[in-house]
Nanobody
Framework: QVRMVESGGGLVQAGGSLRLSCAASGRTVSTYNMGWFRQTPGKERDFVGA????????YYVDSVKGRFTISRDNAKNTVSLQMNSLKPEDTAVYYC??????????????????????WGQGTQVTVSS
């Protein structure tokens, strides 16, 4: 079973940047497509973006496109989420997840959280105005 731990969250002013990391252990995630989700209190976990198992394909929701970048290092068993030009509405707990669809198949129908098989515990991102 793969265990994942997110890190890198924190408090940042609007317009700033943060880089989240997701470190996997227990087994390799190099064969998994990976996703990032975010969740605010009282709401469902929302899909943010995904990266293919080999890192060559990505997909982002419109609200973060051009600001967020997902990357991975399979040799280190890690996935990252670079977040630039942060906005207060980006405030949420961010989660990485393993086992979802290939980005090329998403085609505007965003994956449900239930499609993923392994999750980290989340890291809080707070963007002040």
């Amino acid at each position: 079973q793969v265990r994942m731990v997110e890190s890198g969250g924190g408090l940042v002013q609007a317009g700033g940047s943060l880089r989240l990391s997701c470190a996997a252990s227990g087994r390799t995630v190099s064969t998994y497509n990976m996703g990032w989700f975010r969740q605010t209190p009282g709401k469902e976990r929302d899909f943010v973006g995904a990266i293919s198992w080999d890192g060559t394909r990505t997909y982002y929701v419109d609200s973060v496109k051009g600001r967020f970048t997902i990357s991975r290092d399979n040799a280190k068993n890690t996935v990252s989420l670079q977040m630039n030009s942060l906005k207060p509405e980006d405030t949420a707990v961010y989660y990485c997840a393993a086992g979802g669809p290939d980005p090329r198949t998403i085609l505007g129908v965003h994956p449900s959280a239930s499609w993923y098989v392994s999750w980290g515990q989340g890291t809080q991102v707070t963007v002040s105005s």
